[in-house]
């Protein structure tokens, strides 16, 4: 059961977050803030911290590849950055301590360097337009809250399920 | 034997490298139909997910409905005030009617630029990353869905088809950087003046009309609409409300900022307008992002 509960997550988030993306841009005192709901890589990064980098990485293509041909149609861009993303996670945890709000740290980090590759690509194929200083206040933070906040909200439960996947592993395994 | 293993690891990775430069490059062309295996994966990931648009969008409907609940006080106010109005108007509006008739008739004109089949469509997604203004709709060529045709919502329009596929379709949304998005418009008024939507600006979060000629008057407040004259798109479709009118770069002819009537925010249901006179399907730059108004400026970069 809880073996096809984890990629079913995935799956699941991956559908979530076009839906998320509909309440995205919105208007504060006539400012205009785009929040980007990065749910699935996110999820991907526990996998990759808590249960295992290599699996994370085969996620991390396929999604990625889902990604890149369902919605920006431009294919070898989300298909590299999150396998990148997850094998980066999981060789970071490998030295440093494991604790929630630690990885919840790094988790938050790893998106942020993302989106500003995703940034660094779209300028540099002329999608967009607008400069650095733009991007970081109406885009990179407003993100980085929202998916913070969803962290917060929603890390603790990717943590039960991923140790109760590396439990009963454990179990088959002895 | 280490050694030779690094080797071999480098080569995979430079390889892998050149792949991906050659995969990106390819799918950065200007395409105008999408491969079979993108098909294939675009179908099967629109289908799993106009399942789950279902639900978000009965949601999203409830919050709109409480949204508009909360207003209906002010707005019944300001309704009471228009319907006065209205008798008037829709006396006005049939009498005009049968005189259109009765012009067509005499000019034995059946074809009008106005007239389109509605074909309804549910957003199933919207481009999460968000770079691109773009949204994806559970219709497709299998439902006669083509590309270039016009996407609107009851309010005004919203953008064009990009790409179709058997099951889902992908429009791009007025709000684009791509220079060669260009919509012909029109402004309603005593003499109509004529224009092409170009861009948008980032700031004021509003479209820019431009080209319109010098002498046409053109106020604040005046609606615009398409003009039908593109080719691609009916007519009389509402596009917005201009806000501000000043004179273009050159100084040769006036633009006009306008407020999009549509609500781009919340998109669930739209319209794809299926022109009944003929369309060309002629695009400026095949849909690509290459700068066809500025091909100087464009030239100089690449050399």
């Known amino acids: 059961m809880v073996r096809f509960l ?6 699941l988030l991956f559908l979530v977050e076009p839906e998320f993306a509909m309440l995205s841009p919105i208007e504060v005192k006539g400012q205009i803030f785009y929040l980007v709901p990065r749910f699935l890589i996110l999820y ?9 980098r290599q699996r994370a990485v085969m996620y991390g293509l396929f999604f990625g590849v889902l990604y890149d041909v369902f919605y920006i ?6 298909s590299v950055l999150f396998p990148l993303v997850c094998f980066l996670a999981g060789s970071i945890v490998k030295v440093i301590h494991q604790h929630l709000v630690v990885t919840t740290t790094i988790s938050v980090v790893l998106v942020a360097i993302l989106e500003f590759i995703l940034y660094q690509f779209f300028y540099l194929i002329d999608f967009t337009t607008i400069p650095l200083s733009d991007f970081l206040r109406s885009r990179l933070l407003p993100t980085i809250i929202a998916n913070a906040l969803f962290l917060m909200i929603l890390g603790w439960a990717f943590k039960y399920l991923i140790n109760a996947r590396v439990l009963q592993r454990a179990r088959e395994v002895s | 034997m280490p050694h030779f293993f690094f080797n071999k690891k480098l080569i995979l990775l430079l390889i892998g490298m050149v792949f991906l430069v050659a995969l990106i490059s390819f799918s950065l062309r200007e395409r105008t139909n999408a491969t079979l295996p993108e098909q294939i994966i675009k179908d099967t ?15 999203t409907g409830v919050i709109n409905n409480i949204d508009s609940l909360l207003n209906t006080y002010e707005e019944n106010k300001r309704l ?20 259109i008739k009765k012009f067509q008739e005499l000019m034995d004109k059946s074809e009008s630029l106005k007239a389109y089949d509605p074909i309804h469509a549910t957003v199933i997604a919207r481009n999460p990353d968000q770079w691109e ?11 006669g869905v083509e590309k270039n045709m016009a996407v609107m919502t009851a309010k005004g329009l919203v953008g064009k088809v ?16 791509n220079p060669n998005y260009r919509v012909s418009a029109m402004v309603q008024g005593d003499n109509q003046a004529y224009g092409l939507i170009e861009g948008y600006d980032k700031e004021r979060n509003e479209l820019i009309m431009k080209r319109i000629d010098s002498r046409q008057t053109v106020k604040k407040g005046q609606q615009v609409v398409s003009s039908g004259l593109g080719g691609i798109f009916p007519k009389n479709v509402p596009i917005g409300e201009i806000t501000e009118v000043s004179t273009d770069d050159n100084g040769l002819t006036k633009m006009a900022y306008i407020k999009p009537s549509a609500d781009f925010s919340i998109l669930d249901y739209v319209v794809i307008a299926k022109r009944s006179a003929t369309t060309i399907d002629g695009s400026d730059g095949n849909t690509s992002n290459e700068d066809l108004t500025h091909p100087q400026k464009g030239k100089e970069e690449a050399e």
């Open chain 2, 45 to 59: 990931v629109g289908v799993a997910q106009s399942i789950v648009a279902k639900p978000a969008n009965y949601i």
């Open chain 2, 80 to 99: 009471k005030a228009r319907l006065d109005e209205y008798a008037a108007v829709q006396a006005e509006a049939s009498d005009l009617k049968s005189d």
């Open chain 1, 44 to 52: 991907l990064i526990f996998i990759s911290i808590y249960y295992s």
């Open chain 1, 6 to 11: 984890i990629p079913a997550v995935a799956v």
């Open chain 2, 133 to 143: 203004e773009k949204i994806i709709l559970d219709k497709g060529s299998s439902h």
């Open chain 2, 162 to 177: 990009t790409l179709v596929t058997p099951f889902t379709s992908e429009v791009e949304l007025l709000y684009t950087n």
């Open chain 1, 73 to 78: 149609d431009i294919i070898g861009l989300y």
